[in-house]
């Protein structure tokens, strides 16, 4: 059986993956619970085709991007000074994995605590997650590149001047690249802070979905088609300084100040202090009579159920990406249906997750089901998009079979390493966003985290945080051990670059 | 060289955002006040109601006022725990959390309505449930959504009323299935869609909505009616008097309390505001201990 695999495990991973879906599935929560999903989904469609574009608030657009150029610049200018020390200290790996692993979305909630709904917690929201993974993947793409210049410099050179001088020159191209791509995330991010209540598109769309006025949801979505689609065209090396003064320029003014220093005080010395240390009774007995409804009512529950989603949502997502991505491949689209899957997977990939789990739930009721399909529609679209840019590089034999006797026995077997490293890097990401669904209602960690927020718990809200940090940590390692066995960690699996082979981190 | 040129523009871009992101904000003559409300209906008619106020108070009050819409009922809590509102129409509940977050805060005024306030149990015309003076125990079973997680009269009283006719169960036992709709018009659509069979809703949301025929009489109708209790109400922050001056909480509830016109009102679902202080609110604080909400 094994002579049909490459390298030995890869069927083996699979089928355990699937298995662990399968046996997912009768315990995981799959009710439609509305009545008429097709009608709203019509209604929805209707107002793609017919989309108000006068309704569409034009400082919305601007802040969008706003809060998206200045948190991406924020993040990847500190992640590029984390990224120096990031391979020689443990504690800077440390702190930016703490920093990636919780969700924007919690941090702008943490943030809004003290700066409130202002334009400091918007790009700070951005910045921070953003700032660990910058910090990661330059790191790894300093470590990938090539260091003859380094090697030729005098002895005695500074560690600040041999990085400008010997390793820049190098690696910026492909730092440029990669904070692009960041940049696209950026603006998803931004979007979605709309949905809590930051003044970006989000803002208006959610209003516009929950009251059923898609005709401006439409539009607002296809203007923020077109901002993603034509990125490569404003982002520019001479428009960076422009946008990011442009951007400072434009951030929303603040309705109101919070006091921030109160509230930073108030915020670390009382909300966030475990219940029973605020009322002066520090005993490991309390702190554990606090802990373990916590433990075992939120964090248990809820991370089997993240976890349950999580896999589930891998496995589709694999089953997407599979039939998806010949939709891109020369070999199989042809020159004609190649653009068009193109585009549809790029709508795919620019839309939300968060956005398109919110339209699901919106239209199928509060179950997993909504949630798996956003997960596994998102997901499916970027890594089926990157197998098509694989398969279109593949060094093919004049003789090569077609159809499907092609996509059987030689593009995907030859493409199936590729396949599975994309999904294990993506598992950690898929996991963060299961966890930030169970604000929209799915019971993840993030409906505990969700509860804990509206009970002005800040106590456990940080708990339960912290534990979605872990879990998302320890699948990120347990991934990583996967890849090393499967002999898969070398693989390309970021998507920034311009070609598949230089590809960065989804998210 | 070019990636240094990019690299070197990026950080004067970036050392520019850093320091508009720095400046402090730039005290004004007189600062706004700021006011927010809870999220609990059709945001549209929240724009218009709240659009309203502020205009009125800005001209009693002599003062600039602005309206800061927010998403959710913690939320807006957060805005007056942290100082960005320093007034807000909040729901009983969350009045509560707001005012035990922020000593030395104020109930300076409820709607005439709100003193003895009720929440409407709701139901899909498919479950055969109709009217009736005691609490349906048939909704047993069911499924159930409430309205927003901090909602008064779409979860703490639904919730502790359920408590009470059901002993010993929680809603999650009581129901096939809890949700949480996030607010009141919101139930409303889902228990009319079907989506939930059994909901508890704001009697005054339901009244508003009715009157804009937004419910379908024939798909859902009220089965039963809570005992009344207080809701929502007009709280400001203590510091208000430091920044504009001895005596301004009262001419605030002076202003609030002597609102007459009707198009400010019906929005409000009101008839008018009355005077009301912290203590009306007591009960709650014992309902929402009793169910767990509030420590």
Known sequence: MRLTMPVPGYRGISGWFALAALACLPVADLHVTTLHPLADLMRLLGGLVRPDFPAVEGWSVVYTVAFAVLGVSVGAGTGLALAIPFARSRTVRLACAALRSVHELFWALLLMQVFGLSATTGVLAIALPYAGICAKVYSEIIEEADLSALRVLPPGTGAVSAFAFARLPDLAGRFADYTLYRLECGMRSSLVLGFIGLPTMGFTLESAFRQGRYAEAGALLLVFYALIGTRRLWVRGWSVPLLVVGAAIALPPSVGHADVGPSLVRFFTHDIVPAPLRAGDGTPASLWAWFRPILTEQILPGTAQTLILAQIALVVTALGALVLFPLTARRFAGPVGRPFGRVLLVVVRSTPEYMLAYLCLQLLGPSMLPAIIALSLHNAGIIGYLMGRHADAIPYRADAPTGLDLYAYETLPRLYGQFLAFLLYRWELILRESAIFGILGVTTLGFYVDAAISELRLDVAVVLIAATALVTVAVDAFSRTLRRTLRINDLPTRLSGPQAAACGEGG | ?295
């Not at chain 2, 106020?53 to 007056?80: H, I, N």
């Not at chain 2, 035990?100 to 709701?122: H, M, N």
């Not at chain 2, 009262?250 to 009355?274: C, M, N, Q, W």
């Not at chain 2, 202080?277 to 604080?285: F, M, V």
């Open chain 2, 1 to 295: 060289m070019i990636g240094i040129g990019r690299i070197a523009r990026l950080a004067c871009g970036l050392l520019a955002a850093g320091l508009s992101l720095a400046a402090p904000a730039q005290a004004q003559e007189k600062p706004a006040l700021v006011f927010t409300g809870i999220p609990d209906q059709d945001e549209s008619r929240l724009v218009e109601r709240f659009g309203k106020v502020a205009q009125y108070l800005e001209g009693k009050l002599g003062v600039p006022v602005r309206y800061v819409p927010v998403k959710s009922y913690p939320a807006a809590v957060t805005a007056f725990t942290n100082g960005q509102v320093q007034l807000a129409w909040f729901g009983g509940f969350t009045g509560v959390q707001a005012r035990k977050a922020v000593p030395g805060s104020q109930a300076i005024a409820q709607g005439a309505e709100d003193a003895a306030f009720r929440f409407y149990l709701i139901a899909n015309a498919a479950t055969g449930l109709t009217r009736s003076t005691e609490l349906p125990k048939a909704i047993a079973g069911k499924t159930f959504t409430f309205g927003a997680r901090a909602s008064t009269s779409g979860r703490l009283m639904p919730e502790y009323t359920l408590r009470q006719n059901f002993p010993g169960q929680s809603p999650d036992q009581i129901f096939s299935r809890v949700g949480f709709s996030g607010d009141h018009s919101r139930t409303i659509q889902l228990v009319q869609s079907g989506a939930f069979e059994v909901g508890a809703v704001d009697y005054s949301v339901w009244d508003l909505d009715s009157k804009a025929g937004k419910i379908d009489p024939k798909a859902v109708s009220v089965i039963w009616e809570s005992a009344p209790f207080p809701d929502y109400q007009w709280t400001v922050r203590g510091d208000v008097e430091k920044t504009y001056g001895a005596g301004f909480t009262d001419k605030l509830r002076a202003a609030l309390v002597g609102i007459t016109d009707p198009t400010i009102l019906e929005p409000f679902g009101r008839s008018k505001f009355i005077p009301v202080s912290n203590a009306a609110y007591e009960p709650l604080i014992e309902v929402g201990k009793a169910t767990g909400l509030l420590d």
